[in-house]
T-cell receptor, first 113, second 113 residues
């Protein structure tokens, strides 16, 4: 077990709607990253938060946004959902101190109809 | 940006035999190379990682080798067991930064009894 939890497990939304996914990291993990994993593909980096500020982003549009809270929890928000947003969304956390090791949660499966 | 190629996409081996999965990367500044195992319905689980100042690392039946000059790294699993069946992903990053992990497309490892 990585100590990283995500909710909900599954979610079904309609095109154009908005969604919020949640992640809870272990105490002391002050860096959290979010990834999108399409079926049959490797995870793709969306963005990273460090000390509640976004400090890195992959090739994803601004309608993907996030928040990180002092209690080591975080959120991924996606606006104006598109069919291609259907995927497994993973969060990964890192220990403070500069380690590169990322621990992944079980993911949230999002289906957009 | 970084690009990671992974081969083969599917690998079937007899139980007890060895399995080798290979990856190449494009960014010469990448210096952190983790391998993840993902079972159905679960998030990626870190199994081993290596940094660019090390050529080889071993942990029981699992080993990773890195050739910085050729920009490729490999995962070796010896004495394969049925529980090794899963999808394996290689990844690369610059380490310590905020640009996230770049993953390969994955290898579906099948252990035949």
């Amino acid at each position: 077990e990585t100590g990283v939890t995500q909710s909900p497990t599954h979610l079904i939304k309609t095109r154009g709607q908005q969604v919020t996914l949640r992640c809870s990291s272990q105490s002391g993990h002050n860096t959290v990253s979010w990834y999108q994993q399409a079926l049959g593909q490797g995870p793709q980096f969306i963005f990273q938060y460090y000390r509640e500020e976004e400090n890195g982003r992959g090739n994803f549009p601004p309608r993907f946004s996030g928040l990180q809270f002092p209690n080591y929890s975080s959120e991924l928000n996606v606006n104006a959902l598109e069919l291609d947003d259907s995927a497994l969304y993973l969060c990964a956390s890192r220990l403070a101190g500069g380690t590169d090791t990322q621990y992944f949660g079980p993911g949230t499966r999002l289906t957009v109809l | 940006g970084e690009n990671v190629e992974q081969h083969p996409s599917t690998l079937s081996v007899q139980e007890g035999d060895s399995a080798v999965i290979k990856c190449t990367y494009s960014d010469s500044a990448s210096n952190y190379f983790p391998w993840y195992k993902q079972e159905l319905g679960k998030g990626p689980q870190l199994i081993i990682d290596i940094r660019s100042n090390v050529g080889e690392k071993k942990d029981q039946r699992i080993a990773v080798t890195l050739n910085k000059t050729a920009k490729h790294f490999s995962l070796h699993i010896t004495e394969t067991q049925p529980e090794d069946s899963a999808v394996y992903f290689c990844a690369a990053s610059r380490g310590g930064g905020a640009d996230g992990l770049t993953f390969g497309k994955g290898t579906h490892l099948i252990i035949q009894p």
